[in-house]
């Protein structure tokens, strides 16, 4: 695991023209020594004011659950549509992920690192599904027990969440992320910087405490995958260029970092008012890779891949693939000459199955569920855990590989190394406002990027260009 502090430059640019601009400069962050520390299974330990309080465990592999309340491993899909939710092994299989595992490419030396809210309570509601909080080793020793995983590495980072509860209880966000990166590569190390709880009290709230969230993140890790998103124009100018100063840092240091695309089509998230047609930070930084979302169709059986939609496809009610142009940063060279894309930054880059598809599971109570995981958060840690499959392959940390990505896309190997997602569109409804989106089409498309990965071509070819 990497041990890496920063402390971001606070870059002084106010011009739209700048920020336009600030994505074709990879220019050096200041590096200080704010140390962070290592915890142990006796407690977490601090090493000055700034450091991070970092708790760490093994959990071991328990039992299947024999309490499930909800299952949706079982539950009948309705006509013409796929299953409601596949195992880790028919995922694996369905993304070529199974082949590399089997030869030993497992995630072994890598950490990847999520970001999530910590609880507000020690406890749930009753009857809550899935609870509002749970033991994140109770729930990743009942997957692994249920569906034959080795047992988990956990670090978490609770310097931002404050409070007095246990570092170890959990939202369904961290448990998500976790479960999913776990099936990609189940030898890497799993890091979570907790957030707190009231993160989405206002936009100014969201965007201050993600950016110190991002800068943890990054820090400490090979791999940092972040599941949240927020509207670009929520951001000030000096927070855009703090931004560019910490994910400057990561490319420098072989940091790859991947975020959702989003959930709300063609719209930014639409919790502090009327949703505008943008995409969202961080995933529109030139620096990110930006991930979409899909609904996988594959054999629940064999795990042998049929098909992909753009999320939600046919009956699969809300949650729309996050994707379109920014408003702040211009192309790119990696996106130069790309089919659709002009002057600005198009995202995503990517995408994988994002809802009805990831199951992940929940104890609480004295009960178990099993439930589709929802929307981008889980394609993103699927990538996640897909480029540190890589970094193991390459025997080195890649970093920015966004380059090399399209590098591939735009080689004969595109249709080997992919699944091109052609079907559905962003286009999204929220109240009685209608934002009209893009369609998913032949190549990289505002919807699904590139499409999904078939890692057992792709990794071996990513290493090759990292």
Same mark, same amino acid.
């Given at each position: 695991?990497?041990?890496?502090?920063?402390?971001?430059?606070?870059?002084?640019?106010?011009?739209?023209?700048?920020?336009?601009?600030?994505?074709?400069?990879?220019?050096?962050?200041?590096?200080?020594?704010?140390?962070?520390?290592?915890?142990?299974?006796?407690?977490?330990?601090?090493?000055?004011?700034?450091?991070?309080?970092?708790?760490?465990?093994?959990?071991?592999?328990?039992?299947?659950?024999?309490?499930?309340?909800?299952?949706?491993?079982? +539950?009948? &899909?309705?006509?013409?549509? =796929? %299953?409601?939710?596949?195992?880790? @092994?028919?995922?694996? *299989? /369905? !993304?070529?992920?199974?082949?590399?595992?089997?030869?030993?490419?497992?995630?072994?030396?890598?950490?990847?690192?999520?970001?999530?809210?910590?609880?507000?309570?020690? +406890?749930? &509601?009753?009857?809550?599904? =899935? %609870?509002?909080?749970?033991?994140? @080793?109770?729930?990743? *020793? /009942? !997957?692994?027990?249920?569906?034959?995983?080795?047992?988990?590495?956990?670090?978490?980072?609770?310097?931002?969440?404050?409070?007095?509860?246990?570092?170890?209880?959990? +939202?369904?966000?961290?448990?998500?992320?976790?479960?999913?990166?776990?099936?990609?590569?189940?030898?890497?190390?799993?890091?979570?910087?907790?957030?707190?709880?009231?993160?989405?009290?206002?936009?100014?709230?969201?965007?201050?405490?993600?950016?110190?969230?991002?800068?943890?993140?990054?820090?400490?890790?090979?791999?940092?995958?972040?599941?949240?998103?927020?509207?670009?124009?929520?951001?000030?100018?000096?927070?855009?260029?703090?931004?560019?100063?910490?994910?400057?840092?990561?490319?420098?240091?072989?940091?790859?970092?991947?975020?959702?695309?989003?959930?709300?089509?063609?719209?930014?998230?639409?919790?502090?008012?009327?949703?505008?047609?943008?995409?969202?930070?961080?995933?529109?930084?030139?620096?990110?890779?930006?991930?979409?979302?899909?609904?996988?169709?594959?054999?629940?059986?064999?795990?042998?891949?049929?098909?992909?939609?753009?999320?939600?496809?046919?009956?699969?009610?809300?949650?729309?693939?996050?994707?379109?142009?920014?408003?702040?940063?211009?192309?790119?060279?990696?996106?130069?000459?790309?089919?659709?894309?002009?002057?600005?930054?198009?995202?995503?880059?990517?995408?994988?199955?994002?809802?009805?598809?990831?199951?992940?599971?929940?104890?609480?109570?004295?009960?178990?569920?099993?439930?589709?995981?929802?929307?981008?958060?889980?394609?993103?840690?699927?990538?996640?855990?897909?480029?540190?499959?890589?970094?193991?392959?390459?025997?080195?940390?890649?970093?920015?590989?966004?380059?090399?990505?399209?590098?591939?896309?735009?080689?004969?190997?595109?249709?080997?190394?992919?699944?091109?997602?052609?079907?559905?569109?962003?286009?999204?409804?929220?109240?009685?406002?209608?934002?009209?989106?893009?369609?998913?089409?032949?190549?990289?498309?505002?919807?699904?990027?590139?499409?999904?990965?078939?890692?057992?071509?792709?990794?071996?070819?990513?290493?090759?260009?990292?």
């Amino acid at each position: 695991m990497r041990v890496r502090s920063i402390h971001p430059e606070r870059l002084a640019r106010s011009r739209r023209a700048r920020l336009l601009a600030l994505p074709l400069l990879l220019s050096a962050a200041l590096v200080a020594q704010v140390p962070g520390s290592s915890g142990s299974p006796a407690g977490a330990t601090t090493s000055g004011s700034a450091a991070a309080t970092t708790w760490t465990t093994t959990v071991p592999t328990g039992r299947a659950p024999s309490d499930i309340v909800t299952n949706c491993l079982t +539950t009948p &899909p309705a006509p013409g549509n =796929p %299953p409601q939710c596949y195992t880790p @092994r028919v995922l694996r *299989a /369905a !993304y070529g992920i199974q082949s590399l595992l089997d030869r030993g490419t497992d995630g072994r030396g890598e950490t990847v690192t999520v970001v999530s809210p910590a609880p507000s309570s020690s +406890t749930s &509601p009753p009857g809550q599904v =899935p %609870p509002t909080v749970t033991d994140i @080793r109770q729930d990743l *020793a /009942a !997957y692994d027990g249920e569906f034959g995983l080795p047992a988990a590495r956990i670090e978490v980072v609770t310097s931002l969440a404050g409070g007095s509860l246990s570092p170890w209880l959990a +939202t369904g966000e961290e448990v998500g992320d976790f479960e999913v990166l776990h099936t990609v590569a189940p030898d890497a190390t799993l890091r979570v910087v907790l957030l707190p709880s009231d993160v989405l009290t206002s936009a100014a709230t969201a965007a201050t405490d993600m950016l110190a969230a991002l800068r943890l993140a990054v820090s400490h890790t090979d791999v940092a995958s972040i599941s949240w998103s927020l509207g670009e124009h929520y951001f000030t100018t000096a927070q855009l260029a703090q931004m560019q100063s910490i994910l400057s840092w990561a490319a420098a240091h072989h940091v790859t970092v991947l975020a959702a695309s989003g959930d709300h089509g063609a719209s930014s998230d639409p919790w502090w008012g009327t949703p505008d047609k943008e995409v969202s930070l961080p995933a529109s930084d030139p620096l990110v890779l930006g991930v979409g979302g899909t609904l996988l169709d594959a054999n629940p059986f064999t795990g042998a891949y049929i098909s992909e939609t753009a999320m939600p496809g046919p009956g699969r009610g809300t949650g729309t693939s996050g994707g379109g142009f920014s408003h702040l940063y211009a192309t790119p060279t990696y996106q130069g000459g790309v089919p659709g894309i002009a002057t600005t930054r198009g995202g995503p880059d990517v995408s994988a199955a994002g809802i009805g598809n990831i199951p992940f599971i929940f104890t609480s109570g004295g009960k178990t569920d099993i439930i589709s995981l929802f929307g981008t958060s889980g394609s993103t840690p699927l990538w996640g855990g897909v480029v540190a499959l890589a970094d193991q392959y390459a025997r080195h940390d890649l970093g920015f590989v966004n380059p090399a990505l399209y590098r591939i896309a735009g080689s004969p190997a595109y249709p080997q190394a992919f699944h091109d997602v052609t079907v559905g569109t962003n286009t999204i409804t929220i109240g009685s406002v209608t934002i009209t989106g893009y369609q998913a089409g032949p190549g990289w498309d505002p919807v699904t990027g590139w499409g999904s990965p078939n890692a057992q071509v792709l990794v071996p070819l990513l290493a090759a260009c990292g």
